[in-house]
């Protein structure tokens, strides 16, 4: 096996909405985002990749509610075995993807996906204000019906793209199967981790202290800036839909950010100049993570211009 040089750590997040919205979309968009991961590779770079899984998730539910109404002996999905299937088959693309870009560099690294749970506190104010959007983009219509016909669920306007479902989104506080991602870092994998920000788990003391799974969604931006504290890592690239971070997104005024500090970052989300429910918690992540140890970097970018973003040409830059 050829060696990886481990100089330099990256995470890299893939955003939901960046990897489109059926399979076959998927498929196409992580190959061609593939040769970049181990372009990283090969410029002396140590990477662990973890994706969005939003769509996914919702789809998934969504197929499993439609299901269960039309033949009683399929069972509805609770979420965090939807999050837990969406990490499965995400993961598995990837898989093939650097796969199949690695013979045709001929590169014989090994590539894991890891299931992750993430331990979150089952007090944590998230869970009596759901904020996080999973799932499809609706009509104002459409999510208005989905309300009506299930008053359990939540819908708001997203960034204006659409409406979608939210979830509570509590903090993450600890990645249950962190030895195991260091340990097969230590051995050279290519590792894929904490999925949607890992499915979160809390301690159930009725049964020993064992984790059980909870109604909620993680903030992929927050799992992936806990996963490269924990790994040490130097970068943090987070990639998406648009190219840049800008102020005033969707308006005449809006203006693409290129190079800016933490502070100024924070600045401008706590005048709420992102959107709550997609740019704003990668902003916060990029301040958390850069605020954590000297030297580190986050750059926010499109997934489909991922070699500019790589190559400092294209992005948001975000540092102390």
Known sequence: MTRINN???????????????????????????????????????????????????????????????????????????????????????????????MHKSYKRWHVASIVTQMEVDPDDPAFANPTKPIGVFLTEEQAKAEMAEHPDQVFVEDSGRGWRRVVASPQPKKIVEAPSILNLLDNEFIVIACGGGGIPVVRDYQDKGAYKGVAAVIDKDMGGELLAEDCKADYLFLLTAVEYVC?????????????????????????????????EPKVRAAIKFVRSRPGRTCIIGALDKAPETMAGLSGTRIHA
């Open 247 to 279: 102020t005033g997104f969707g308006t005449p005024e809006q203006k693409e950010l290129v190079d800016i500090s933490a502070d100024e970052a924070e600045a401008l989300a706590n005048a709420g100049e992102f959107g709550k429910g997609s740019m």
């Open 7 to 101: 100089d330099t750590r990256v995470v890299v997040a893939l955003g939901g909405n960046a990897l489109g919205d059926t399979p076959e979309e998927q498929i196409a968009r992580v190959r061609e985002a593939a040769p970049t991961l181990l372009k990283m590779i090969e410029q002396g770079n140590e990477i662990i990749i973890t994706h969005g899984n939003g769509p996914q998730v919702g789809m998934i539910q969504k197929a499993f509610t439609l299901a269960a109404e039309d033949d009683p002996k399929v069972p509805a999905m609770p979420l965090p075995e939807c999050g837990a299937m969406s990490q499965g088959y995400i993961g598995y693309h990837l898989q093939q993807a650097l796969g199949v870009a």
